[in-house]
């Protein structure tokens, strides 16, 4: 039974994917108790077994566990996954590397070679793990590409290939940890060195090199001392010198050349004009000189020559009345350079020069409305160039000239009328093709698609219309390669020798899904409660469950009042299910009990002083009633309760009475009670707790003696003994504190503590283990620590990632008195670690991507004596794996999608959750799965025993499914 649904309101998401909810653990759902004695002595068999075997391998395909359990998405919403990766930093585009990067199969970025002959492609290298990203491809030098990779540990980073596994590697790790490098506008590409600007905090942007090895990749000069930035455009090469502009914190903005050596790095110009103008932002190299431009205080524009020497270095032309100096750089061809300039009259002025002061000259001039530029220059043919002006009377449109006056020109009025064929304030895409021109234009009647010219009369005509129509296709090129134009459309390779014939798809990467995307996976008794994408184009979600059927399967039924977010689900005591959908600056409280949706309140409450917030989380439950927080006019922000009914929703304790807010926040679940802080008459917050009725709802610690800033973190320590540890944001960072557990003062135990990073990881015997970082030291970055509740106890327990870059410790699990978590750092990447809350105890548990390529696990989920998660491998792409705390006892069970293809959404929470139906005769584990097709329900039986020959065959002598 699918329920017809009505988009009202916008959809709002959160940043990042969601996974399962389970209930606390007031009784263990998988029911462990009764599989304890089962599994012991299984488990220490398993071991033995498993030892003489290959580790970590995924299981034989002889049979499958896991099994899809509804598609509920037929065709309605639709994504797209793989396709090719990176932009193209090369203008204009020329000879292709010779591959391309792309990702083909749904597991990352790759590096595929080109057979334009056979219409193919191979791929031949990779990033060292499943799910890399490529950025920019910033250029090629002999056998070297350049690009920026993009890994799970570190981030955005300058790597390089040769098109091997083995050449292919990250040459610099600038900015440790995943933020990676901090990329300009500009890199610079020739031998025998590479050019770029690097930005380090003590350095500020400077100018760098690179030869294609980690040995060979270092700073030039530190051209201004100290932290300011000194580089500031990249420019050209001329005989082995690069060209470049910066500023020495003396001069202002200058030229200055290197040969990549400190020594060989100084000084060229010292422009007449005050400092702070000046700046060279356009470079063309000549057969006798290196030419730029520069601007004056006035909006002048200069050019300037220079044979790399002081004295060969001089203005050769300038200009006063420019009105918009931000022109495109002079473009080479056949000896002679051309350029453009906006001037204050609102003509677009076109020059030419050699070089020299008697051979710079005007060509000609376009009537255009003012503040309109060249949108940019393309070599047509010998000397001639083919530009992009709007002359105020056909719009901008594709000309051309041969640096005279009776030869420049308008090609072709693309799109009659004032309009023009191309964005004036954009860049038009172009490619060179056999002496013609490859470009995007928009008719008016087709969209953007694939035009070409030959520059002459008539020869400007519309190769393909991709997207039939009116609507674009804006294909990118690439580059030419064995006489034709590759470019990328919708993801795929194509190629075109500028007839339409000639133009088709070359290699196909990636393919398009249609998921429904299932998230926020929550057990309620015999049914698991979650959101998921409905069988229509629009971008929203919608409530769903399932009693682990097909036919049991199906959104519910009712109105959600226009809040068509992402869902939390909580469960009362009964098997009723309240969740709270999000949306804009509020959020909906509504409640199930399997088959529809009853509205209960619209929750709102100032959380800025100019903006308010819904919830962003499940109203915690405390036997048969949940607990939040809302705002109203009559009370404030005070607690409100729900039992899923419209009659037993409302105020449940006005702690403040009247218009004055108690202001309850912090509110979470603590095993049978829901604890929460709250503000007195007085200003002196309390910590309360809540059985879910009004006598069993009362203060039982003190938060400080006077008024203080609020906590922003409770974490229950010792609930027995009312003992927990919370977050107080001051002035220089986080405070860390403890209550005392017999109604006294709390103890302060950290001062200091970055309160944004700050998460906590598990519970390791008496300890609590966190992730953060030290406001003050910003020499280690966000790591683990510990705390037992004593100051000498609260302490850094491991830096896994030595210096500022931080671990990127995540949410881990309890098992077997050790917290099982996932961290990053730079000599295995990010991989699973264990920890008891002590240094020696903290110790790396496995190395599933062997090497610095990282597995990245994710949704850890405790499920009886076994942690289930989600990790990616080159071979596999992200699957689910099982492991029992041992390393012999860690599988990978399954691919539900056969090759690198990822199968399971990558989830910050809890991953997988258990299930039963009403009589227990089937236990299942629910998740987000994905055979290719998109992300649905999947499920896999409980397995008992382990030992690698999960194949689903009740005659393999091991299996214990139920």
């Not at 002999?142 to 993009?150: A, D, I, P, Q, S």
């Not at 409530?543 to 399967?553: F, H, Q």
């Not at 629910?926 to 999960?950: C, H, K, R, S």
Request: charged share 20%.
């Amino acid at each position: 039974m699918n329920t017809p649904l009505v988009a009202r309101r916008p959809l709002v998401t959160a940043d990042r994917r969601r996974g399962p909810r389970r209930r606390p653990p007031k009784e263990d759902t998988l029911r462990s108790q009764k599989m304890e004695g089962s599994v012991s002595w299984r488990r220490r068999l398993s071991s033995m077994v498993v030892a003489n075997l290959l580790f970590g391998l995924a299981v034989p395909a002889a049979g499958q566990l896991a099994q899809r359990v509804a598609d509920l998405n037929l065709g309605g919403w639709t994504t797209r996954w793989g396709g090719l990766c990176g932009d193209v930093d090369r203008w204009p585009v020329g000879a292709l590397d010779g591959f391309v990067f792309g990702d083909k199969a749904g597991g990352g970025c790759r590096i595929f070679t080109v057979d334009v002959a056979a219409g193919s492609v191979t791929p031949v290298s990779h990033l060292g793990e499943s799910g890399a990203g490529v950025g920019e491809i910033l250029g090629r030098v002999g056998e070297l590409t350049y690009f920026v990779g993009v890994t799970a540990a570190t981030g955005a980073e300058l790597w390089r290939t040769d098109g091997t596994p083995a050449g292919t590697f990250e040459l610099l790790d600038s900015e440790p940890g995943e933020d990676g490098m901090s990329w300009s506008s500009w890199f610079a590409v020739s031998a025998p060195y590479s050019y770029f600007p690097r930005r380090q905090d003590e350095t500020g942007w400077e100018l760098w090199r690179t030869d294609g090895t980690r040995e060979g990749t270092a700073l030039v000069r530190d051209v201004w001392p100290g932290p300011e930035h000194g580089t500031l455009h990249g420019g050209a090469f001329r005989s082995g010198i690069f060209f470049f502009s910066a500023d020495d914190g003396v001069h202002g903005p200058e030229v200055w050349r290197t040969d990549g050596t400190s020594a060989g790095t100084f000084l060229l110009t010292e422009f007449a004009h005050e400092s702070g103008y000046g700046a060279p932002f356009a470079f063309a190299v000549l057969p006798a000189a290196v030419i730029f431009t520069s601007a004056t205080p006035t909006g002048g524009l200069e050019l300037w020559r220079t044979d790399g020497t002081v004295a060969g270095t001089a203005q050769i032309w300038s200009t006063e009345d420019l009105l918009n100096w931000d022109s495109p750089p002079p473009v080479v061809q056949g000896g002679r350079a051309i350029f453009g300039a906006s001037k204050e009259d609102g003509t677009l002025e076109l020059w030419i020069t050699d070089g020299t002061a008697q051979g710079t000259t005007a060509v000609a001039t376009v009537p255009a409305p003012a503040g309109s530029s060249f949108v940019r220059f393309v070599p047509l043919g010998v000397e001639e160039w083919l530009f992009f002006p709007d002359d105020g009377v056909h719009g901008a449109e594709p000309w051309r000239s041969d640096g005279t006056p009776a030869g420049t020109h308008l090609v072709a009025d693309v799109r009659p009328g004032a309009l023009g064929s191309i964005d004036p304030y954009a860049w038009v895409t172009t490619a060179t093709l056999d002496g013609r021109i490859l470009m995007t234009l928009d008719d008016g009647a087709h969209g953007v698609e694939l035009w070409i010219t030959d520059g002459g009369a008539g020869g400007t005509s519309l190769v393909a219309d991709l997207v039939p129509g009116p609507y674009s296709s804006l294909p990118e090129f690439l580059g030419e390669q064995d006489g034709v134009a590759l470019f990328e459309f919708d993801g795929d390779l194509w190629r075109s020798d500028g007839t339409a014939a000639g133009t088709g798809l070359l290699a196909a990467f990636g393919g398009i899904a249609t998921p429904s995307d299932p998230s926020g996976l929550t057990e309620a008794g015999d049914l698991i409660y979650f959101d998921a994408h409905p069988p229509v184009a629009d971008d929203w979600r919608h409530p769903a469950r399932s009693d682990g059927t097909e036919s049991g399967t199906y959104f519910l039924a009712g109105d959600l009042g226009g809040y068509f977010g992402e869902s939390d689900f909580s469960v009362l005591d009964g098997g009723t299910v309240v969740a709270n959908t999000r949306g804009d600056e509020e959020s909906l409280i509504w409640s199930s009990a399997g088959e529809e949706i009853l509205q209960l309140a619209e929750v709102s409450y100032p959380c800025s002083v100019r903006h308010y917030c819904g919830l962003d989380h499940a109203p915690p439950s405390a036997g048969p009633t949940a607990l939040f927080a809302k705002w109203s006019i009559e009370a404030g922000t005070e607690l409100w309760s729900t039992d899923g009914s419209l009659l037993g929703t409302g105020l449940f304790l006005d702690l403040r009475p009247g218009t004055a807010s108690g202001s309850p926040r912090s509110i979470v679940d603590v095993e049978d009670e829901v604890w929460f802080t709250a503000v007195g008459d007085d200003g002196i917050a309390s910590v309360w707790r809540s059985g879910g009725t009004l006598p069993t709802t009362e203060p039982f610690a003190v938060l400080s003696e006077a008024p203080a800033t609020r906590p922003s973190e409770l974490w229950p320590l010792d609930p027995a003994s009312d003992r927990f540890l919370f977050l107080r944001d001051e002035f220089e960072g986080h405070e860390l504190w403890v209550s005392s557990g017999d109604g006294g003062l709390p103890e302060l135990l950290q001062v200091g503590l970055e309160g944004w990073s700050t998460e906590r990881i598990g519970v390791a015997g008496d300890r609590l283990l966190f992730a953060t970082a030290e406001f003050m030291d910003p020499g280690v970055g966000r790591e683990l620590w510990a705390s037992d509740g004593t100051p000498a106890g609260t302490r850094l327990v491991r830096d896994l990632w030595s210096g500022p870059a931080g671990s990127r410790a995540s949410r881990g699990v309890e098992l077997d008195g050790r917290v099982l978590f996932a961290a990053c750092e730079p000599v295995a990447g990010c991989e699973l670690w264990t920890s008891d809350g002590t240094t020696a105890g903290t110790v790396r548990f496995l190395d599933l991507e062997p090497g610095p390529g990282s597995s990245s696990p994710a949704g850890l989920s405790r499920l009886g004596d076994h942690v289930y998660f989600s990790a990616r491998r080159l071979a596999t792409g992200r699957e689910v794996w099982v492991t029992d705390g041992t390393a012999v006892g860690t599988f990978a069970l399954e691919e539900i999608a056969a090759g690198p293809y990822s199968s399971i959404p990558e989830v910050d929470e809890p991953g997988f959750v258990p299930w039963s139906d009403i009589d227990r005769t089937r236990q299942r584990i629910f998740f987000a799965g994905d055979d290719g097709t998109g992300a649905e329900l999947w499920a896999l039986p409980v397995v008992l025993f382990y030992d690698g020959f999960q194949s689903g065959d009740a005659g393999r002598w091991s299996d214990a499914h139920f």
